[in-house]
Nanobody, 120 residues
Framework: QVHVVESGGGLVQPGGSLRLSCEASGSIFRINAMGWYRQAPGAQRELVATFTGGSSTNYADSVKGRFFISKNDAKNMVYLQMNSLKPDDTAVYYC??????????????WGQGTQVTVSS
């Protein structure tokens, strides 16, 4: 079983910055992808930024140039640096981890989420 834990959320003023962290642990044979999604109140969960394979990245248009995803493969961690935050960025941010086992079985694990609130 894979466990995913996010941290780093909080309250920040518009224009401010936050850095989210996500750690995957447990029975991990191979990580195929790790990334960040978010869900605002009354909205569907949406992609923010992901590693799609190796070091390839994918960003939502709304965060390009402001958010930056990075990772530490040795620690099974992924980070999201969020700059120039806007009130529209307010949401619960979730990390997900797609793994494969030694026999090819795949698993997608989600964290519990961390709240990011952008408000003056």
């Amino acid at each position: 079983q894979v466990h995913v834990v996010e941290s780093g959320g909080g309250l920040v003023q518009p224009g401010g910055s936050l850095r989210l962290s996500c750690e995957a642990s447990g029975s991990i044979f191979r990580i195929n992808a790790m990334g960040w999604y978010r869900q605002a109140p009354g909205a569907q969960r949406e992609l923010v930024a992901t590693f799609t394979g190796g070091s390839s990245t994918n960003y939502a248009d709304s965060v390009k140039g402001r958010f930056f995803i990075s990772k530490n493969d040795a620690k099974n961690m992924v980070y999201l640096q969020m700059n120039s935050l806007k009130p529209d960025d307010t949401a619960v941010y979730y990390c997900n981890v797609w793994t494969s086992g030694p026999t090819g079985d795949e698993n997608l694990a989600w964290g519990q989420g961390t709240q990011v609130t952008v408000s003056s």
